[in-house]
Nanobody
Framework: QVQLVESGGGAVQAGGSLRLSCTGSIVTSSTTYMAWFRQPPGKERVGVAAIYGGGGITYYADSVKGRFTISQDNAKNTVYLQMNSLKPEDTAMYYC???????????????????WGQGTQVTVSS
């Protein structure tokens, strides 16, 4: 059974930083996409960032470009999301997801992700 376990969430003031981690055996150089999604309270879940092919290419939502960095350590089966200059609007439940097929829609389309973590809460206060 594939499991993804997120950690690193918490409460921080605006302007602060957090690093989220997602660990699982599926996190390897062969995984097509590893991604982070987030769901703010009362809103839909949306893509935040993704990394393709074990680390070669990265993608970001416009709202986080320049502030968030996604990276992957295949030796540790872990993908990270470094979040800097956090804003109150970054408050959400953050989910890690894995996609094992290169076919289908874009990186932020949730339908194509096969495995999901349980989520970790990030709360940013002003």
């Amino acid at each position: 059974q594939v499991q993804l376990v997120e950690s690193g969430g918490g409460a921080v003031q605006a302007g602060g930083s957090l690093r989220l981690s997602c660990t699982g055996s599926i996190v390897t150089s062969s995984t097509t996409y590893m991604a982070w999604f987030r769901q703010p309270p009362g809103k839909e879940r949306v893509g935040v960032a993704a990394i393709y092919g074990g680390g070669g290419i990265t993608y970001y939502a416009d709202s986080v470009k320049g502030r968030f960095t996604i990276s992957q350590d295949n030796a540790k089966n872990t993908v990270y999301l470094q979040m800097n200059s956090l804003k109150p609007e970054d408050t959400a439940m953050y989910y890690c997801a894995a996609r094992v097929t290169p076919y289908g829609g874009g990186w932020s389309e949730q339908f194509w992700y096969h495995y999901w973590g349980q989520g970790t809460q990030v709360t940013v206060s002003s």
